[in-house]
């Protein structure tokens, strides 16, 4: 027999392991093995696509509660708290590609007092434009998103603050009194003098994250502006996008036009940290997860150790007929990458097809049945590099976790055989 060369010497080596994978071992523990192997990389890549599709559902969630509350772009003062309002600027802005919406905002701690109870909240003065490019009305836990009733201003304030202030709508007898600290008012004064104070009824109370709940208070800018005080003092500008627009692309050209006494950030910018949090979260799991396949592929380097002693008559025969050591470790190679290549379509099969159940049924709940979560439900999403990343790694795990039994295995035992 002449050495195969060309296509032979790769359809040979996968042939011989097809039939080694499916045929029966005169041990059967061996066949019980396999099995046990391909099941567990199985489960394991399984296992790492839920986790990850799980991952990117919380991500959405999170995304799209924020950017029901925080802008596409916001634009802040380099230094200070407050600058200038300047029309031209905003002009600028507005001509801006891309750029639907501008508001000016006014953001104060102020001291919000309903009846007995009283609590410390950050009073936030926008435009009308405001919930135009925001999602905040559609995330109402009661009543509606309305800041303005003719001449009449109202107050959206969050849930949390609702429950702190034990607030209701519709109670025309008690209003909303806000207390802001005067700017300029005088250490040896009277106290009572030391603040201004207005009244506000409140239209609905929103719902989008405990720290915003229990945060902010939504007004008209007006009322903000006269109750602090400001003349053209603004905190921020806020802008919402043409649907389609290039937000990075708009965010670039609205930081050459604001200069570098301003500082633009986009939605994820100004919630930076939570979102590093989350992708190092999703990074520690999936290495965790990666640990625990490994573990499931030493079954791989169990089976290829006993089929290699299983079938040392086997590699007699073809050494025999001409095969050489590279053509031998091959054989038992590609059984291994076949045991992970099955396991690891098999676990990605399972993980979409569990992952789809949870998306479209949601059998899988937060919390008890009166859980107050703002999803009942397990968020999941499907990502396609995710089962890209999967497969690799689960291939480059088969691989090496092949390569050991073929590479040291061989040398104590290969090499011995002879024929009867």
Aim: aromatic share 10%; hydrophobic share 50%.
């Amino acid at each position: 027999m002449t050495r195969n060369t060309g296509g032979g010497a790769v359809f040979f080596p996968l042939y011989m392991a097809r039939r080694y994978l499916v045929s029966k071992k005169s041990h059967n523990i061996i066949n019980i093995i396999s099995w046990i192997s391909i099941v567990g990389v199985a489960i394991g890549t399984m296992a790492l696509i839920i986790v990850l599709s799980v991952f990117n559902g919380f991500d959405r969630l999170v995304v799209s509660l924020f950017s029901s509350f925080n802008s596409p772009v916001r634009i802040t003062a380099t230094r200070g708290k407050t600058f200038n309002y300047d029309s031209t600027l905003i002009l600028r802005l507005r001509q801006v590609p891309g750029v639907a919406h501008v508001t000016e905002v006014i953001e104060e701690d102020a001291l919000v007092k309903y009846r007995d109870n009283q609590a410390i909240v950050t009073l936030k003065g926008v435009g009308p434009e405001f919930s135009s490019f925001t999602g905040l009305d559609t995330m109402m836990a009661e009543g509606d998103f309305r800041l303005e009733d003719g001449d009449r201003d109202l107050a959206v304030p969050g849930l949390g603050v609702a429950g702190m202030l034990n607030a209701s709508l519709g109670d025309y007898l008690n209003p909303l009194v806000v207390f802001v600290p005067r700017r300029d008012a005088s250490l040896s004064g009277l106290p009572e003098n030391a603040f201004r104070s207005a009244v506000i009824f409140p239209a609905g109370f929103f719902q989008v994250q405990y720290d915003y709940d229990v945060k902010y208070v939504i007004v008209p800018l007006r009322f903000a502006r006269e109750l602090v005080g400001y003349d053209r003092e603004r905190t921020a500008l806020e802008a919402g996008l043409a649907p389609g627009a290039d937000a990075g692309k708009v965010q670039r050209e609205i930081e050459k036009i604001a200069g570098p006494d301003f500082t633009v950030k986009n939605r994820y910018q100004q919630q930076e940290i939570l979102y590093r949090i989350m992708v190092s979260e999703k990074n520690y799991i999936f290495m965790i997860l990666t640990l625990t396949l490994v573990i499931a592929t030493f079954n791989v380097i169990g089976t290829l150790s006993m089929l290699i002693l299983d079938k040392r008559r086997d590699i007699a025969v073809l050494q025999s007929m001409g095969a050489g050591h590279r053509q031998v470790r091959g054989i038992f190679l590609l059984e291994g990458m076949l045991i992970s290549l099955i396991g690891a379509l098999l676990g990605l099969a399972l993980g979409a097809l569990l992952c789809w159940l949870q998306m479209r049924f949601g059998f899988i709940r937060l919390g008890g049945s009166d859980s107050s979560f703002v999803v009942n439900t397990y968020p999941v999403f499907m990502q396609a590099g995710d089962f890209v990343l999967v497969f690799s790694t689960v291939m480059l795990i088969g691989l090496l976790a092949a390569a050991y039994p073929v590479l040291h295995i061989r040398r104590a035992h290969i090499g011995e055989v002879r024929l009867d």
